[in-house]
């Protein structure tokens, strides 16, 4: 597609429950990352993947989020046992790769997860 | 410790007049900064950017300062509009291709 696609757009779940966020980046970026915006904050890095290998996982902020990307396009990023303070936008975006670094990200809209 | 600061929460000015919205950052280990603007319930769209070994970059209305001594990044937007009211990010980034953001500056552009 012609911009980078997440869904759902919204997600409302229950305290321990768990949640599948999707993204499809823009077809032919090697890149794909996946961020974490609290309100009145700026976006906070969670994981990297550079076709279908995960280079860095050192943002996620525990061992209840888990992310895949297995054939280099589509990813999910799984939240188990989602608690409150993981309620947030989380934006995935993708670029070219290194040689694209001075055009800067492409994001999505982001999914709005409220844990209740 | 936060990497890249946003100290303005907001600002305002007056259609025509100039924006500039300011940027600290602490790590000198960054090969680019880039500036993202941000609707309501949109992601961050990428604007402008520098490369660490360049002082400026123009691109239209939109310029870019890097003053690399002070740690500062600056955006200036000559002239304003009221459709450039929105949220701006600045960022920074690195060799592995990971950004850090700043909490952002929200512009009003006052008709």
């Known amino acids: 597609g012609a911009g980078v696609s997440q869904s759902p757009r919204y997600k409302v779940a229950k305290r321990g429950q768990d949640v599948a966020l999707r993204c499809d980046p823009i077809?032919?970026?090697?890149?794909l990352f996946w961020y974490q915006q609290a309100l009145g904050q700026g976006p906070e890095f969670l994981t990297y993947?550079?076709?279908?290998?995960?280079?860095?996982k050192s943002g996620l902020p525990s061992d209840r989020f888990f992310a895949e990307r297995p054939e280099g396009s589509v990813s999910t990023l799984k939240i188990q046992r989602t608690q409150q303070e993981d309620s947030a936008v989380y934006l995935c975006?993708?670029?070219?790769?290194?040689?694209?670094?001075?055009?800067?990200?492409?994001f999505g809209s982001g999914t709005r997860l409220t844990v209740v | 410790d936060q990497q890249v600061k946003q100290n303005s929460p907001s600002l305002s000015v007056q259609e025509g007049r100039i924006s500039i919205l300011n940027c600290d950052y602490t790590?000198?280990?960054?090969?680019?900064f880039l500036w993202y603007k941000k609707y309501p319930a949109e992601g961050p769209t990428f604007l402008i950017s520098?490369?660490?070994?360049?002082d400026k970059n123009e691109d239209g209305r939109f310029t870019v300062f890097l003053n690399k001594s002070a740690k500062h990044l600056s955006l200036h937007i000559v002239p304003s509009q009221p459709g450039d009211s929105a949220v701006y990010f600045c960022a920074t980034r690195g060799k592995a291709g990971k950004s850090t953001f700043g909490d952002g500056t929200t512009l009003t552009v006052k008709p």
């Open positions: 993947f550079q076709n279908e290998a995960q280079l860095d």
């Open positions: 077809s032919g970026h090697v890149s």
């Open positions: 975006a993708s670029s070219l790769g290194r040689r694209g670094a001075n055009y800067g990200y492409t």
């Open positions: 790590n000198s280990m960054f090969d680019y």
């Open positions: 520098i490369s660490s070994i360049k």
